[in-house]
């Protein structure tokens, strides 16, 4: 089974940097894209980035595009996300997702698309 395993997240001040990691464990598996998404207390779980390994090419929601990168390794199934100026609206628990259906090369921003998802990580940005 294969299991995704979340590091990097914490507290940060408004303006800050955090830098999550996302490794996958247990047997090895072929993902076609890898996300980020995050869910902030009485909300719904929304996408925040993905990449698709076979162009290379990366996706962020409108409300992290230019703060936020993200980065990977498919060959060792491995995920980053670098947010920068970071605001308290980013507060949330941080997911890491990874998909096999080919169906997320046309909505990478659809989590039913994602079969395998980490535990999460918490990420707190104060004012």
């Known amino acids: 089974q294969v299991q995704l395993v979340e590091s990097g997240g914490g507290l940060v001040q408004t303006g800050g940097s955090l830098r999550l990691s996302c490794a996958a464990s247990g047997r090895t598996f072929s993902s076609i894209a890898m996300g980020w998404f995050r869910q902030a207390p009485g909300k719904e779980r929304e996408f925040v980035a993905a990449v698709q390994w076979s162009t290379g090419t990366t996706y962020y929601a409108d409300l992290v595009k230019g703060r936020f990168t993200i980065s990977g390794d498919n060959t060792k199934i491995t995920v980053a996300l670098q947010m920068n100026s970071l605001r308290p609206e980013d507060t949330a628990v941080y997911y890491c997702?990874?998909?096999?259906?080919?169906?997320?090369?046309?909505?990478?921003?659809?989590?039913?698309?994602?079969?395998?998802w980490g535990q999460g990580t918490q990420v707190t940005v104060s004012s």
């Open positions: 997702a990874a998909s096999t259906k080919a169906f997320v090369m046309i909505n990478y921003a659809r989590a039913g698309l994602y079969d395998t």
